[in-house]
């Protein structure tokens, strides 16, 4: 399998390539050069989910290096519970709170974490994992990645935008992971780190990557879930399963649209195509959590400097070196939601 930029400027990378740089050298995204499709009973007799990624995954390993641990990764990474409960008649939900950091974005940020350990090579220089957040994601690669040899986080959140105790877990870890606050909203610090990623003068004294979900890393695992539930409903039930998704910015609804839908050209035990639907949900409570809307911060390193009172212009690529202390205390709720 084969891995393009979604604005056609590189050549096509194997899977191992397009996870370690993350963004395409052309600042697109790497997604797949074809779908694979599958049989409705191509993961019978597949329980756990850990298998079933393994199977699922396979076609989009082919051909790289990561193809011969597949297997290990999954279960190293996927060991995960993701019950579908029983609520209702024809009504079922899909749990996706039980990993570390109690977020469904800790399958994919695990995963990707044995995918690059794997790729790492001990002599190497260490890989810094630059990652914006709203409050889950960063956490959630906190988790994967720390303590591990040959990597260091550094996350970006919106000051005064995440609550008290997505604030205290971003702050928590210490060692190999930093969290910096930054005046801004959510897309100002992910425009930072695709600032630093397109900067290719840093990327030359740094390696850098990201684990946002721009990253097949994490796009890829997520899939796994919504095949492993629907390849055993439809098992068992004999219908498809229908997935209702609330979501932000997608990176939970992508997989289950884009490919985690079992389907096959065969004429005989075919499943009908799983349905997705998208719920963007705004609610009184997560609207006066954030607060009011600030001004927005030039998008520039500077930016961060004023965020953190202790952190360094430079700090950023040389972490955690250069400012063992850089991580603030937690923000305080805002004043709009007290």
Same mark, same amino acid.
């Given at each position: 399998?084969?891995? =393009? ?8 990378? &194997? ?7 993350? =963004? ?39 051909? !790289? ?12 990474? =996927? ?27 800790? #399958? ?27 409050? !889950? ?48 909203? #959510?897309? !100002? ?9 397109? !900067?290719?003068? =840093? ?6 990557? %990201? ?39 997608? &990176? ?16 005989? %035990? ?20 954030? &607060? ?47």
């Amino acid at each position: 399998m084969r891995y =393009l930029s979604t604005r056609g400027g590189t050549r096509p990378v &194997g899977l191992g390539a397009a996870l370690t740089v993350g =963004l395409a050298a052309d600042g697109g995204l790497y997604v797949p050069e074809a779908l694979p499709l599958f049989r409705a009973d191509a993961f019978s007799g597949r329980e756990g989910l850990a298998t079933v990624a393994t199977a699922l995954l396979q076609p989009f390993a082919a051909g !790289d290096a990561l193809a011969v641990d597949l297997p290990v990764i999954c279960a190293e990474s =996927l060991d995960i519970p993701a019950p579908l409960r029983a609520l209702a008649p024809q009504t079922w939900l899909l749990e996706l709170f039980h990993g570390p950091t109690a977020a469904f974005k800790d #399958f994919g940020a695990r995963f990707l974490a044995a995918c690059l350990a794997r790729l790492h090579a001990h002599n190497a220089p260490p890989v810094t994992i630059l990652v914006a957040t709203s409050g !889950d994601t960063g956490a959630a690669v906190a988790a994967a990645f720390h303590r591990r040899p040959g990597f260091r986080v550094v996350i970006l959140y919106p000051d005064g935008r995440v609550s008290p105790r997505q604030a205290h877990q971003l702050g928590c870890f210490g060692d190999n992971v930093r969290a910096l606050r930054v005046a801004g909203s #959510f897309d !100002d610090c992910q425009a930072l780190v695709k600032q630093a990623l397109n !900067d290719h003068e =840093l990327k030359h004294a740094v390696a850098l990557t %990201s684990a946002n979900s721009i990253s097949l890393g994490r796009l890829l695992p997520q899939m796994s879930y919504y095949a492993h539930a629907a390849s055993a409903h439809w098992l068992s039930h004999g219908r498809r399963l229908n997935f209702v998704i609330p979501t932000g910015n997608l &990176g939970n609804a992508s997989p289950a649209s884009s490919r985690a839908r079992p389907a096959c050209r065969s004429a005989t %035990s075919c499943s009908p195509p799983t349905r997705i639907t998208y719920c963007r949900t705004i609610s009184p409570v997560a609207t006066t959590r954030r &607060g009011p809307a600030s001004p927005r911060s030039p998008t520039r390193w500077t930016s961060v400097r004023r965020a953190t009172s202790n952190v360094c212009a430079g700090c950023i690529p040389k972490m955690p070196r250069c400012a063992p202390r850089c991580v603030p205390k937690p923000s305080t709720t805002p004043k709009s939601a007290k």
